[in-house]
């Protein structure tokens, strides 16, 4: 089950955090401090799944930002590993190349993106064109 | 509508206003037909759905599951997770859609039936039978998904829906887990997954992964395990850490049960050792030390230690206290096991657990043959370097206990190592006055100075003047043992060497020989020390009776000579003769009288009975009996049997004492009465006189 997902810059500023398990509003900030202190302390030769007190971390940057996946033990590591590329390649289709500022001026697209890819910490759909349909409609909806 | 349901979803928080507002419209919104807004819904539902939410709607989510549109159902059916979670009640509902939803062509669908059902059979053993039956439904559908050629829909990177495939090898797991016939039904899929699936790609390995998670859990044959390890083999070889580290990992749950088989592949083990990354060499040293059996044990602990000198902090402990282990249930020689614990010790003497002083100051002690040659080395070591307290402990008790044999000068083992008197004691004040020892380091030093004083053969001023300082140091067991140490050299001098031989052999488990030690050095202290105490414990005289308790006056034995003399028993026991009795008192009605008994086993005892009889009309109350004797008896009064001597001849009360009387000397009794008769408080002091000869010769 995955028990929360963040995207985080290398400031340490976080640019996206879904938790689907219950924290406290003032653990966030302190276990987003943690997370991302551990893994931009590793190194490029290093492993992307860390072991954080009782839950795994998978992890993956791209360019400025890493994504930051916490699991518990049922989960197969490597799927995850390959679901938040799934993640950015859908990120990707959607704003044409995603970049950090992307992510941060349409907060409330990536959020409707992940809750089609994710529910309750169950991963639900990874299919590109059916994740973007419903967003598609909307957009269209918008502009009409 | 939509935006109210998006924003409690952000908000995973139950507070519960906002729970009860939203039930009645979740409803209404689920039973719309609009898509979006029912799927808008469910996602709400299914992050911040309480209890009673849960129940309210669990039969509209029902309905959704069932209906027409893929984009609804798959969101349903995890929604129904979700309250299965909450309520796991409602898995009966749940329970009959599965199997019409295992018919899905929808992946989505699929993917989150197949989670549901995993959710159902984690909760319940019956659902668990219930579903074998569909496993080899489960059979087909990934069967139809690896055999199928590209499909542009679901394949990532080559691997046609791998998140699918992966969801389902982990609900076979949980089916064929102790289930020979759905094992069965798997093998030879499980086969064909792990040859087929292509492993250029991360997708890819983590399909092979699973399968390779499924096949150790399940009962599988034995030839599909051996193809499981191999491909864990082959992933410890590849470049990419991320699946060594998996590997790793099920290798670790693997090494239980199929020992062997990861044997083979103990060397790449080691080479993960020493990788840079932590996470890595965590497992890699977890594994490795899984991996140690008796015939590989040399070259392993080698691997090891060299690990331990180059590893980082926190994995230090772990790997010491790992290699001590290995080394104690592998050990082929004890001199290679003394070898390989010093070895330990010199490189990561902090992070080793505590009973390792013992453990080998026991084996060091139990290995005759190697006295000379362990205290050699230790010497040698603890010369270099005092500050790893277990080393110097060791050493220290080490040279205190064979100093001698360390002076000799002469043993094969090592190379020939001239050792100064002077030097040894260099070494142990320098250990004493660093201010790296910790307090039981000092300890030993100072007690192994104290063994020297009799292994040396030069004079001892020097061990004299270091011990009569620390007679005033501020630690106060190091004062103890100064002081202690000092009345031995000072009056106790013909005692020293006795006490300070060679310690026998402590069992194993045992108190540590520290502790052994210090008994016994205690036992003979006090004794010693008990005739210089001041006179604190007043003598009872026989003429002073002031203390109000009840009298049991017990002289402390004067010297150690008449406590031996108490349990030895050379002496021919005379005939026990009946010995009169005596009346001793009378006044107004009330009489007391001694019975005498001596017991023929012991002819230092003498028995009294002290029995108060009151003839008077008025009863006898408040009654206290003392006694006092002269100093060289040892008198004991036991509790009486009451405190009131009814009238008119009722029962008496009884008291009886007993009294030693090692010396064989005339015994003289002095007694004390207090107690209130005809309203007034009467007190009596009186000596017994007329005491036959017989109760003390």
């Known amino acids: ?144 | 509508m939509g935006t109210l349901c998006t924003g409690t979803a952000s908000w995973p928080n139950c507070s519960t206003s906002t729970c009860w507002a939203t039930p009645p419209t979740l409803d209404s919104d689920l039973s719309q037909g609009i898509h979006a807004v029912q799927g808008l819904a469910l996602c709400t539902l299914s992050t911040v759905g309480s209890a009673d939410m849960c129940r309210d709607l669990a039969t509209e989510v029902e309905k959704l599951l069932l209906q027409p549109g893929p984009y609804v159902r798959k969101k349903a059916v995890l929604t129904a997770v979700h309250m299965i979670r909450k309520v796991p009640e409602l898995s009966n509902i749940f329970l009959p859609p599965c199997a019409q939803l295992l018919h899905e062509r929808h992946h989505g669908v699929l993917l989150g039936t197949i989670t549901l059902i995993t959710e159902l059979c984690e909760r319940s053993p019956a659902a668990l039978k219930h579903f074998r039956k569909v496993v080899p439904q489960l059979v087909q559908i990934l069967w139809t998904l690896v055999t199928s050629g590209y499909s542009a829909e679901h394949s990532i990177s080559g691997v046609s829906d791998p998140f699918l495939q992966v969801q389902i090898l982990r609900l076979l797991r949980i089916l064929g887990r102790n289930h020979e016939e759905s094992s069965e039904t798997m093998n030879d899929l499980l086969a064909q997954v792990a040859t087929n699936t292509d492993t250029s790609r991360n997708a890819g390995n983590a399909v092979l992964f699973e399968t390779v998670l499924t096949i150790m859990d399940i009962r599988s044959v034995a030839g599909l395990r051996v193809l499981a390890v191999n491909i864990l083999g082959r992933f410890l070889l590849n470049s990419d850490r991320n699946i060594r580290y998996v590997a790793l990992m099920s290798l670790l749950h693997v090494v239980q049960s199929d020992h062997s088989a990861v044997q083979r592949h103990r060397p790449t083990v080691v080479e993960c050792l020493r990788e840079p990354d932590a996470s890595l060499s965590r497992r890699a040293l977890q594994l490795s030390l899984a991996l140690v059996n008796s015939s590989n044990v040399r070259a392993m602990t080698q691997e090891l230690q060299s690990f331990l000198e180059s590893c980082p902090p926190d994995l230090r402990a772990d790997c010491a206290s790992g290699i001590l282990l290995a080394a104690e249930r592998f050990a082929p020689t004890k001199r290679w096991h003394i070898d390989t614990i010093l070895r330990v010790l010199t490189t990561a003497g902090t992070h080793v657990r505590d009973d390792a002083v013992a453990n080998l100051t026991q084996l060091i002690g139990g290995a005759q043959e190697l006295h000379a040659y362990s205290v050699r080395r230790l010497y040698s070591a603890l010369a270099e370097d005092i500050s790893q307290q277990p080393l110097v402990q060791v050493a220290a008790w080490c040279i205190g206990e064979y100093g001698d044999l360390l002076l000799e000068g002469s043993c094969e083992e090592t190379e020939p190592l001239q050792v100064e008197e002077e030097e040894v004691l260099a070494l142990l004040e320098k250990v004493l006055q660093s201010h790296m020892s910790l307090p039981a380091t000092r300890g030993y030093a100072l007690t192994a100075l104290m063994k020297l004083s009799t292994r040396l053969r030069g004079d001892n001023n020097r061990i004299r003047q270091v011990v009569s300082v620390y007679g005033s140091c501020l630690d106060v067991e190091l004062q103890q043992r100064a002081i202690e140490y000092n009345a031995l050299f000072q009056k106790y001098d013909y005692m020293r060497a006795a006490i300070l031989e060679k310690m026998p052999l402590v069992e194993r488990g045992g108190t540590q020989d520290e502790e052994a030690k210090e008994n016994k050095e205690a036992q003979h202290s006090e004794a010693a020390l008990v005739p210089t105490e001041p006179q604190a414990s007043k003598l009872l005289d026989l003429l002073d009776l002031l203390d109000g308790t009840s009298g049991a006056a017990q002289p402390p034995p004067s010297s150690e000579g008449s406590l031996v003399h108490l349990l030895d028993l050379p002496y021919v026991s005379p005939a026990p003769a009946s010995i009169p009795n005596l009346k001793v008192f009378e006044r107004e009605g009330l009489q007391l009288n001694l019975s005498f008994v001596r017991p023929p086993g012991t002819p230092a005892l003498l028995l009294i009975t002290v029995t108060a009889i009151n003839t008077s009309g008025a009863d006898v109350t408040h009654f206290v009996c003392q006694a006092a004797v002269p100093k060289s008896f040892q008198l004991q009064l036991q509790a009486p049997s009451g405190d009131t001597v009814p009238a008119q001849g009722g029962l008496p009360v009884t008291q009886l004492l007993r009294i030693l009387n090692p010396n064989k000397a005339p015994l003289r009794l002095k007694l004390r009465l207090t107690y209130n008769h005809f309203g007034q408080s009467v007190q009596e002091i009186f000596e017994v006189n007329n005491l036959p000869v017989d109760t003390w010769q």
């Open chain 1, 1 to 144: 089950m995955i028990k929360f997902f963040l995207m985080v810059n290398k400031q340490g500023q976080t640019r996206l955090s879904k938790y689907y398990e219950h924290v406290e509003i003032n653990k966030r900030t302190l276990l987003e401090t943690e997370v991302i202190k551990s893994c931009l302390s590793r190194s490029n030769e290093q492993c992307s799944f860390i072991e954080f007190k009782d839950f795994k971390l998978i992890y993956r940057q791209y360019a400025a930002l890493f994504i930051v996946v916490g699991v518990n033990d049922t989960e197969n590591e490597m799927a995850i590993y390959e679901f938040i590329h799934n993640f950015v390649e859908v990120l990707d289709e959607y704003f044409s190349r995603v970049s950090e500022l992307d992510i941060m001026f349409n907060l409330d697209k990536v959020h409707i993106i992940l809750d089609e890819m994710v529910l309750n910490g169950c991963i639900v759909e990874t299919n590109r064109a059916r994740i973007l349909a419903p967003l598609l409609i909307l957009d269209k909806m918008s502009e009409s």
